[in-house]
């Protein structure tokens, strides 16, 4: 069935279920009936059980919160304090619901709004004096509206006769800074458990045009009938939401509301079950009838499969259209109750895993708004809305923790402080990936610089199963300071530079031949991935540095060998990196090839395209881009295993017995420059960690890879090894050392 492309003008018609028209008159609205009650036991813990099993990143990784904090006691002794189990907020926060004020019997559910909360006034009063009639007064209570009245009294209508309503600026005592912390804690809990999460988004409005033809599109499908993993108008050529602009629009206009870079929102949007939305339409005449579009999760989720297909000029929308259509593909493909989703038999199925990491839930928490305590001056409010987006980050995260009340002689709540809290909590849990971040290093309160580093949403590979915990060593990883800087004391695995040692005489040969490969390949236009088309465009600030790079990888290429490419050509296909077959391989490596004439035949100019996109995957995945790294200020650099477990030909690009591998390296430091690898992450399932530490010596006579010494971080990066290097890595015994952050002045 194909959408037609005319329509003629909209008309009634029933209620389909996923997509509704609502005609409402705000004027109607009348909350003077409702009040909030407080909900005790047993019928708390009937409608907000406490889940004791808490989901985190693998199902192995099981972890009480006693275990936790006294693990995290022992790593960061003062960090301990900032968290309780989470268990004991969420027996101890008060659960309100909205109801009418005459109903008497038991709640048996509710239903949760989300929303963004409008500015807020302190002198605005709770109560106000209405007049009856005959002289007569009343004062009653003055509930805070946290939306529109058109929206709210569509809320009023989702709700069942035994049900009450949730919504956090009424349901909890904002002046009460104990019942607000505890609630953070429970929140996760609250939207879980709801009947279904409303999300109203009164901030924007539907043009008059965007409605009708949505209201037709609606009502050619009877999507109540259709199952969830089919979707109309799908795969059409051109897409459909390119021959209908206006329903392009449509979804633009939803995406464009602010609820959707709200860290509260994104929140509870990922903890309800099932979801409604509600969004006014704009109405030219002022006559008190409104139009409210209502429409399920399952709806949504239609509108983003059409989007996906659409080319946007905005470069975070296919980013946002990717995450949004994720998350409700698991969520409804989970619920066996939802029936409502719009389908075509022929579409085929997908089905994504619903895992939770730590790491990359701190980064796009963080990344997203929060407006904490409204009733804060201004400094405190914004390190208020730091400690909620560390709430918001446990919660998310599925770990057994919450975060406890503020303590005035604490370390204050600034963005860089709170992430350092979290990422101990996440090492004291021993996440490897809190060992691997990527980003800047962390500036504290004091002015100085951690060792910690920003957690970005690079750091791991979303389509990959989250990496398993590292194991509890005999020798755990401490935190401690000297007064002038605090530093990480762990066990630390040093990696042989070869080429520093014993330089290769065959390396400047590798060196002119991957020029003029590189050259070559620029000459004839031949097509790449990524960074690769940077080095096309003439006159372009970063074409020289981009063929530079280039030019260098590949000649490590050729130093390390056809193995190390066929095994990390193969390792990088979840990239979307093209594998090179061993034919190709070996034909590309062969010094005797002229390349000159492989590359005008057909056969030639695909194995060198493949070629430059295995190289850009290589250069894109391990530059430290979040660190402010780039082309200019990183090259590649080859490493092997220790020399006690390897053993390395400096005249020969073939294996060794130990393998090698290439890092991305600072040329600031190159002449005095070490690589080592965390004991904790030398292992090789996390071998797409960048887990490769860059250390210079924080003194120059004392510091010695074979003694416990004390060393600068500079870098961080993945290592491209082959498996050979891999196994010798795991064989390598470790020695305990101590890191620092970089000076202050350098970052």
């Known amino acids: 069935m194909y959408f037609p492309m005319d329509f003629a003008a909209p008309r009634c018609f029933s209620r389909f279920g996923q997509c509704e028209f609502l005609e409402l008159d705000g004027q109607e609205l009348d909350i003077s009936?409702?009040?909030?009650?407080?909900?005790?036991?047993?019928?708390?813990?009937?409608?907000?059980?406490?889940?004791?099993?808490?989901?985190?990143?693998?199902?192995?990784?099981?972890?009480?919160?006693?275990?936790?904090?006294?693990?995290?006691?022992?790593?960061?002794?003062?960090?301990?304090?900032?968290?309780?189990?989470?268990?004991y907020a969420e027996r101890s926060f008060p659960l309100r619901l909205l109801n009418d004020i005459d109903f008497q019997g038991i709640e048996d559910g509710y239903i949760a709004l989300s929303y963004c909360?409008?500015?807020?006034?302190?002198?605005?009063?709770?109560?106000?004096?209405?007049?009856?009639?005959?002289?007569?007064?009343?004062?009653?209570?003055?509930?805070?509206?946290?939306?529109?009245?058109?929206?709210?009294?569509?809320?009023?209508?989702?709700?069942?006769?035994?049900?009450?309503?949730?919504?956090?600026?009424?349901?909890?005592?904002?002046?009460?800074?104990?019942?607000?912390?505890?609630?953070?804690?429970?929140?996760?809990?609250?939207?879980?458990?709801?009947?279904?999460?409303?999300?109203?988004?009164?901030?924007?409005?539907?043009?008059?045009?965007?409605?009708r033809l949505l209201?037709?599109?609606?009502?050619?499908?009877?999507?109540?009938?259709?199952?969830?993993?089919?979707?109309p108008n799908v795969a059409l050529s051109p897409p459909l939401m390119q021959q209908k602009p206006l329903l392009f629009s449509f979804l633009e206009r939803i995406l464009s509301s602010s609820w959707f870079d709200r860290a509260w929102c994104a929140h509870e949007m990922k903890s309800g079950q099932s979801h409604v939305f509600m969004v006014p339409c704009y109405t030219p005449y002022n006559d008190g009838i409104s139009t409210v579009i209502r429409f399920t999760g399952a709806f949504f989720l239609h509108l983003l499969v059409l989007g996906s297909e659409v080319t946007s000029p905005?470069?975070?929308?296919?980013?946002?259209?990717?995450?949004?259509?994720?998350?409700?593909?698991?969520?409804?493909?989970?619920?066996?109750?939802?029936?409502?989703?719009?389908?075509?038999?022929?579409?085929?199925?997908?089905?994504?895993?619903?895992?939770?990491?730590?790491?990359?839930?701190?980064?796009?928490?963080?990344?997203?708004?929060?407006?904490?305590?409204?009733?804060l001056p201004e400094h405190l409010r914004r390190?208020?809305?730091?400690?909620?987006?560390?709430?918001?980050?446990?919660?998310?995260?599925?770990?057994?923790?919450?975060?406890?009340?503020?303590?005035?002689?604490?370390?204050?709540?600034i963005e860089d402080e709170c992430l350092r809290s979290l990422l101990l909590v996440g090492l004291a849990a021993r996440d490897p990936v809190a060992l691997c971040t990527t980003g800047t290093h962390l500036r504290l309160h004091d002015g100085s610089t951690s060792w910690l580093t920003r957690p970005t949403t690079l750091d791991v590979d979303s389509d990959l199963p989250a990496p398993p915990r590292f194991s509890?060593?005999?020798?755990?990883?401490?935190?401690?300071?000297?007064?002038?800087?605090?530093?990480?004391?762990?066990?630390?695995?040093f990696l042989e530079l070869p080429n520093r040692t014993q330089p290769s005489p065959n390396f400047l040969a590798h060196v002119s031949r991957a020029r003029t490969y590189i050259d070559l390949c620029i000459q004839y236009k031949l097509p790449g991935?990524?960074?690769?088309?940077?080095?096309?465009?003439?006159?372009?600030?970063?074409?020289?540095?981009?063929?530079?790079?280039?030019?260098?990888?590949?000649?490590?290429?050729?130093?390390?060998?056809?193995?190390?490419?066929?095994?990390?050509?193969?390792?990088?296909?979840?990239?979307?990196?093209?594998?090179?077959?061993?034919?190709?391989?070996?034909?590309?490596l062969n010094p005797l090839l002229v390349i000159e004439n492989y590359i005008l035949a057909q056969d030639g100019q695909v194995a060198l395209s493949r070629l430059l996109s295995f190289l850009s995957t290589v250069i894109t995945s391990g530059i430290p881009w979040a660190s402010g790294a780039a082309e200019h200020s990183h090259g590649p650099l080859i490493v092997t295993a220790p020399s006690s477990q390897s053993t390395y030909d400096a005249n020969s690009s073939t294996q060794t017995h130990g393998g090698r591998a290439v890092l991305f390296?600072?040329?600031?430091?190159?002449?005095?420059?070490?690589?080592?690898?965390?004991?904790?992450?030398?292992?090789?399932?996390?071998?797409k960690l960048a887990r490769s530490w860059v250390l210079t010596s924080s003194s120059r006579y004392t510091s010695s890879p074979t003694q416990p010494a004390s060393w600068t971080l500079h870098s961080k990066g993945i290592l491209f090894s082959d498996e050979n290097f891999k196994a010798a890595l795991q064989r390598c015994t470790d020695r305990r050392h101590r890191v620092y952050g970089p000076p202050a002045h350098r970052v």
């Open 117 to 211: 909360r409008k500015k807020f006034h302190p002198e605005t009063p709770m109560s106000v004096v209405t007049h009856i009639a005959f002289g007569w007064w009343q004062e009653v209570d003055q509930l805070p509206m946290p939306t529109s009245d058109v929206i709210f009294q569509a809320v009023l209508q989702e709700k069942r006769v035994n049900e009450g309503i949730w919504y956090d600026q009424l349901c909890i005592d904002q002046n009460d800074e104990a019942e607000r912390v505890a609630s953070i804690g429970a929140i996760d809990s609250i939207y879980k458990n709801a009947r279904i999460v409303i999300v109203a988004l009164d901030d924007i409005a539907v043009l008059p045009e965007e409605e």
């Open 472 to 493: 509890k060593s005999l020798n755990p990883i401490t935190q401690g300071s000297d007064g002038r800087a605090e530093y990480v004391q762990l066990g630390l695995v």
């Open 529 to 588: 991935s990524g960074l690769w088309n940077l080095s096309q465009i003439s006159g372009h600030p970063r074409a020289l540095s981009t063929r530079n790079i280039f030019i260098q990888t590949l000649a490590c290429a050729f130093q390390c060998g056809s193995q190390w490419l066929l095994e990390v050509s193969s390792g990088l296909k979840s990239h979307n990196a093209s594998m090179l077959e061993p034919h190709v391989i070996d034909v590309l």
């Open 314 to 375: 905005a470069p975070a929308y296919h980013g946002k259209v990717r995450s949004l259509h994720n998350f409700f593909h698991r969520r409804i493909s989970s619920n066996e109750d939802d029936h409502l989703a719009a389908q075509r038999p022929d579409t085929p199925r997908t089905f994504i895993s619903d895992r939770v990491a730590l790491v990359p839930t701190i980064a796009e928490t963080f990344r997203l708004q929060a407006g904490g305590n409204p009733r």
């Open 215 to 231: 209201r037709y599109y609606v009502e050619q499908y009877n999507f109540s009938k259709l199952s969830y993993d089919q979707q």
């Open 383 to 413: 390190q208020d809305a730091n400690r909620d987006k560390m709430g918001i980050a446990l919660n998310a995260s599925g770990l057994p923790l919450a975060i406890t009340t503020a303590n005035p002689l604490s370390r204050p709540d």
């Open 665 to 687: 390296a600072p040329f600031e430091h190159s002449k005095t420059l070490v690589v080592a690898v965390p004991a904790a992450v030398k292992d090789a399932h996390y071998h």
């Open 33 to 87: 009936n409702f009040h909030t009650r407080l909900i005790v036991s047993p019928s708390k813990e009937i409608l907000v059980p406490t889940y004791h099993r808490h989901r985190w990143s693998l199902p192995e990784a099981d972890i009480d919160a006693t275990t936790l904090l006294s693990d995290l006691g022992q790593l960061a002794p003062t960090v301990v304090k900032e968290f309780i189990p989470k268990h």
